[in-house]
Nanobody, 123 residues
C-alpha cells in the first residue's frame, strides 16, 4: 500500500496549484483519503476528505471555497485543487488513509501516509 503526493511548488499569492495523491495497493472505492497539511512548528491539520462513496467533507473554514478535493478511480488518484493561495497556506501537504470507508481527522488513527509535497507562498 503506497501513497505518493506530487504537484507542490512555489506559487505567488493569489495563485493556484493542483496536488495529486497517487494510490496503490487498494481501490479508492474501498477506503477514504484525507488531505492534511503541516506548517512549521504547527500540528498536522485536516483539510478535506473523500470517502469510499465519493462523499466529501471539508474541515477548515479558512480553506472552504478555496480548496476542492476530487478523485479519479481510473488512475486511482485523489486531487486537491487549491486557489487563492496565501502565505499562510505555506506547508507540507500530505495525503493519508486509515483504511476505513468513511472520514476522520483524528491524526492518530491514520496508519498510511505519503511523504508529502511542499507548497510555498511567499509574502
Amino acid at each position: 500500500l503506497q501513497l505518493v503526493e506530487s504537484g507542490g511548488g512555489l506559487v505567488q499569492p493569489g495563485g493556484s496549484l493542483r496536488l495529486s495523491c497517487a494510490v496503490s495497493g487498494f481501490s479508492l472505492n474501498l477506503y477514504s483519503i484525507t488531505w492534511f497539511r503541516q506548517a512549521p512548528v504547527k500540528g498536522r491539520e485536516g483539510i478535506s476528505c473523500i470517502n469510499a462513496y465519493e462523499i466529501t467533507t471539508d474541515y477548515e473554514d479558512s480553506m472552504k471555497g478555496r480548496f476542492t478535493i476530487s478523485r479519479d478511480t481510473v488512475t486511482n488518484t485523489v486531487f486537491l485543487q487549491m486557489s487563492g493561495l496565501q502565505p499562510e497556506d505555506t506547508a507540507i501537504y500530505y495525503c493519508g488513509t486509515y483504511r476505513h470507508w468513511d472520514c476522520t481527522t483524528t491524526v492518530r488513527e491514520y496508519d498510511f501516509w505519503g511523504y508529502g509535497t511542499q507548497v510555498t507562498v511567499p509574502s
